[in-house]
């Protein structure tokens, strides 16, 4: 689950520093409980990654954790949400982004209280949402897309762990969530409905493979490889014959039920090879990263998430990806 608030992340990341470092072996990435992230135990319990010639550790964490694990140089990489590769620079933990994993295709959602039937009922009303992280993004696109702007709303910071209890109160009109808690509102409240969600704004939300610049420097083959056979596990979701196989594997790692667990799966579109291809195409709209991370890095400005433009085209290297068949 993409998780807890990044203002948190400085008194975390110091917290985390002073623990003893990881031992170094190989290519060390972290990881969280998000379907495209979740995907490369695939890797690992089929020992592609052995298979390929790369000794790759696979560290287990929650999402913010897993962030200050790389900022504190104790990985070699981070599966993390494009926008915050960009805050986690800002605070001095540069990245080199290069693979594209998947961008959220519904998991996130505006979700309205019964009676709020579309975007346009919340003008004037309370919306619940963790500023300045991702649905506060999918939140502004929703206006926009309505023909309004957050002056039409009064927004109500909200841990996103929170939503599901205050949405039920009825001291909002609305709330922005993603899975699962997103899920779980829906659940809780009787007659909630989904108001906008990330499927209605394809390509805000990407995620992707973060990587210390310094390890991609000294390992540009390890990392080639390590990419392939990301794509290999997307392959094998995908594949009719093999599908069952990963949903089990990836449901097991976040202690689901595999039948429940693929009902959210399409929530999350896995990037193919062809498609990472034509995402790190540069151009201003959301079907290019190039495109999508500008957008997130003013969003970023705009909120004073940051003072610095992180200027999303120096984090961006396509080259790996490029070079795959």
Known sequence: MR????????????????????????LKVAYSDWPGFTILEVAKQKDWFKQAGIDVDLVWFDYLPSIDAFSANKVDAV???ATDALVTGASGGKSKIIALLDFSEGSDMIIGK???????????????????LVEHLLLLEALKANGMTQADVQLVNTSTNETPQTLASGSVAAVGAWYPVSGQALKQVAG?????TSADAKGLIYDVLAVNPTSY???KEEWGKFVAIYYKCVAYLADPATRDDAVKIMAAKVGANAEDYAKNIPGTHFLTLAEAKKAFVKGPGLNSIYGSMSNGNQFNL???VYKESQKPESYLVP???AGLK
């Open 114 to 132: 019964p009676g709020i039937e579309s975007i346009k009922d919340l003008k004037g009303q309370k919306v619940g949402i963790e500023v300045t």
């Open 79 to 81: 599966t993390v949400v």
């Open 217 to 219: 420097a000294s390992h």
């Open 192 to 196: 909630a409905k989904k108001l906008f």
């Open 3 to 26: 998780s807890p608030s990044l203002r948190r992340f400085a008194t975390a990341l110091l917290a985390f520093a002073s623990l003893a470092p990881f031992a170094q072996a190989g």
């Open 302 to 304: 705009d909120n004073n």
């Open 319 to 321: 080259s790996i990806v």
